[in-house]
């Protein structure tokens, strides 16, 4: 048990010098430590100061040059408005000195002003002095005129006066005559030049147009099946299209007579599906020719479309350009009236360029003129179709140019714009051309004979001759029996009986001529 208390108090008092003498260690670690601190932060200090001091030169340096910097800047700033002060002040030396040399002219002007008024009113009045004496001079003269002439002065100044005034009229009227003659001749050749130019220009196709078509079968056996039990197929076919059908011997072919080509073309492709399609029977017939109506209708639509479209035509009215699609079925002595009006309307638009008019206004109203031949209803066929043309053109909205045109392309109206000669003409170029339209070759000569006939049944015609294909009649007549009064009546006699006698398309120009001829043989 001592042992044991031995060992403890053994290791207690070890536990406490070690203590101590661990303290006394840490003690001196602590000291060392704190005087190597206080060494550094001298350091550190020192280093600051030393820091400071560089920056505070450096920033002091700096301060220093930026001063000198925005010193002479000022300079310069200063230096360039004492120069700009210089030249204003050198400016308003010589504007000074200007006015002062202005003012001295101006006062030698003046001077120099007054000087001549001065001048002026004095012979002004050396003038007015002249003038009375040159006044009383005149009367004197004008007395002693009148007492030798024995007239007055108011008396020769009539007389002078009608002289005067029949010279002038004869030397104006000479002028006039001769001025009108220079510009006939003129627009005559202007004219032809036009009308030629225009008619070169355009390609023209002669008349195919009639009033049957020939629908070709495949072969004869089809016929009958066309014709039905009893005829009842080709009734209802017929009935349905509005064409006649005429079967006959023709090999190979049917005959479809009509005079409106739009139920004839119907009719024409009704016909085909019928025979493509194998089943003919009315109600079959019926259908399809409904189908077929349909789809030309269309058509014409599409038609009015493109035609529009190839003359650069633009804001036609939807009714107007179904107007224009139908008259591709529309035929006039031949002549197709869609290729009439085409044509038509590139003359006037190649006439209206010629002359300065608007080209397209008046291919407009080329190609409208004749809408009027496609009317939508039979009461519309009693109206002329000038006027009924008009009429729709007022009716869709056209400008009044294109209305009077197509008023006034037969003279139905009064032409009150340049455009409307314009389209009459060329309504007669295209019509009047060879080839253009079909007539029956022995009725045409009979109406020229006829034309020619009815001339020769006035007394003092001594020859007359149908030309222009009918369209003019020239008769020539005897001077000895018919006066200048009376060639006048017998135009005005032989056109009233024209229109009273006969029946023909547009008009017949009456021209009347009386010719004096003296000759003399000599020896």
């Known amino acids: 048990m001592d042992n044991t208390t031995l060992l403890v108090v053994a290791g207690v008092v070890g536990l406490l010098i070690g203590f101590i003498v661990a303290k006394m260690m840490e003690k001196g670690k602590a000291t060392k430590t704190m005087?190597?601190?206080?060494?550094?932060?001298?350091?550190?200090?020192?280093?600051?100061?030393?820091?400071g001091e560089n920056i505070k030169k450096d920033k002091i340096f700096q301060a220093k040059e930026k001063f000198l910097e925005l010193k002479a800047e000022h300079e310069k700033v200063i230096i360039s408005k004492d120069k700009k002060i210089?030249?204003?002040?050198?400016?308003?030396?010589d504007k000074e000195s200007q006015i002062s040399n202005e003012l001295a002219k101006n006062k030698k002007l003046n001077e120099q002003l007054n000087v001549q008024i001065k001048d002026v009113n004095f012979k002004s009045e050396i003038l007015d002095k002249?003038?009375?004496?040159?006044?009383?001079?005149?009367?004197?003269?004008?007395?002693?005129?009148?007492v030798i002439s024995g007239l007055s002065a108011e008396e020769a100044k009539s007389q002078l006066l009608e002289s005067l005034k029949e010279t002038a009229k004869t030397d104006a009227m000479a002028f006039l005559q001769n001025t009108l003659e220079e510009t006939k001749l003129t627009a005559q050749q202007e004219a032809r030049k036009i009308i030629i130019n225009t008619i070169q220009r355009i390609g023209t196709e002669e008349a195919i147009e009639n009033c049957v078509s020939v629908f070709n079968l495949e072969s004869d056996d089809v016929k009958g099946r066309i014709i039905g039990r009893?005829?009842?197929?080709?009734?209802?076919?017929?009935?349905?299209?509005?064409?006649?059908?005429?079967?006959?011997?023709?090999?190979?072919?049917?005959?479809?007579?009509?005079f409106d080509s739009v139920r004839r073309e119907v009719a024409r492709l009704s016909l085909h599906r019928l025979v493509t399609d194998g089943r003919i029977h009315p109600a079959r017939i019926e259908e399809i020719v409904k189908k077929t109506e349909k789809q030309i209708n269309e058509e014409i639509v599409e038609i009015g479309k493109r035609t529009v479209i190839d003359l650069g035509i633009h804001?036609?009215?939807?009714?107007?350009?179904?107007?224009?699609?139908?008259?591709?079925?529309?035929?006039?002595?031949?002549?197709?009236l869609l290729q009439h009006s085409r044509e038509v309307a590139k003359l006037c638009g190649i006439m209206a360029a010629e002359l300065g008019l608007n080209p397209k206004l008046a291919k407009r109203a080329g190609l409208l003129h004749d809408i009027g031949k496609v009317p939508n209803s039979e009461t519309e066929v009693e109206t002329p179709h000038a006027i009924l043309g008009m009429q729709w053109a007022q009716k869709y909205g056209e400008k009044k140019e294109v209305c009077n045109a197509i008023g006034a392309h037969h003279d139905e109206i009064e032409m009150t714009t340049l455009i409307s000669p314009v389209v009459q003409v060329c309504d007669a170029i295209s019509g009047a051309r060879p080839g253009a339209r079909r007539q029956v070759l022995d009725s045409y000569i009979q109406r020229l004979k006829d034309l020619e006939d009815i001339a020769f049944g006035f007394n003092g015609v001594q020859k007359a001759y149908a030309i222009q294909a009918g369209r003019e009649l020239r008769v020539i007549v005897e001077s000895e029996k018919v006066s200048d009064d009376k060639?006048?009546?017998?135009?005005?006699?032989?056109?009233?009986?024209?229109?009273?006698?006969?029946?023909?398309p547009g008009q017949v120009k009456v021209t009347v001529i009386r010719e004096t001829r003296s000759v003399n043989v000599a020896k």
């Open 130 to 146: 002249k003038q009375t004496e040159v006044e009383k001079l005149h009367k004197s003269q004008v007395q002693q005129l009148e």
């Open 86 to 93: 210089a030249e204003a002040e050198k400016r308003t030396r």
């Open 315 to 336: 804001g036609l009215h939807p009714e107007l350009i179904k107007a224009v699609g139908r008259m591709k079925y529309r035929s006039s002595y031949g002549q197709n």
């Open 487 to 504: 060639a006048a009546e017998l135009s005005f006699e032989i056109s009233q009986k024209i229109q009273t006698d006969m029946t023909y």
């Open 230 to 258: 009893e005829g009842r197929n080709i009734r209802a076919l017929e009935s349905a299209t509005g064409v006649e059908i005429i079967v006959d011997d023709t090999p190979e072919a049917i005959i479809l007579s009509c």
């Open 35 to 51: 005087a190597n601190a206080k060494k550094e932060a001298a350091d550190i200090v020192r280093e600051a100061k030393k820091e």
